[in-house]
């Protein structure tokens, strides 16, 4: 068993805002990824795709989340599963932004939108 406190969170900030590792196999073992993302008002996540499942769900704020060709609006509470091999991109809530908790298999591989791989995201190591 290990205990991170969130002192110890590893912090990785992008253009669109910051992702909050609470746990993964780099911070405490665990054998799957924990992360918070806190996007900026307005901010637009790129136009990617995962090689694992993720799940995603809302805490605060709001987004507009493309996932396959389709667009969801999703608020606090809302939960969206991203399969694997499924081209996403998330937008914030121009006026709130949002935060969602998510997880997804370790060592799960970006790819950017022409599928170069990108490799595993600092939050997800």
């Known amino acids: 068993m290990a205990v991170i406190h969130a002192a110890e969170a590893r912090r990785s900030e ?3 805002g910051v992702m909050t590792t609470l746990a993964s196999p780099t ?3 665990a054998s799957r990824a924990l992360w918070k993302v806190e996007a900026k ?3 637009e996540g790129p136009v990617h795709d995962f090689d694992v499942e993720q799940v995603w769900s809302w805490v605060a704020g709001a987004a507009t989340v ?3 060709g389709e667009r969801f609006e999703v608020t606090a509470g809302d939960t969206v599963v991203m399969p694997a091999r499924t081209v996403r991109r998330v937008l914030a809530d121009p006026a709130t932004g ?3 908790v998510v997880t997804a298999a370790a060592g799960a ?3 950017t939108a022409d599928g170069t791989e990108y490799g595993v995201p600092p939050w997800i190591a």
């Open 41 to 43: 008002p307005g901010a």
């Open 27 to 29: 911070q405490g073992g």
């Open 66 to 68: 493309e996932l396959g």
């Open 98 to 100: 949002y935060t969602a």
């Open 14 to 16: 992008t253009p669109g």
């Open 109 to 111: 591989r970006a790819f």
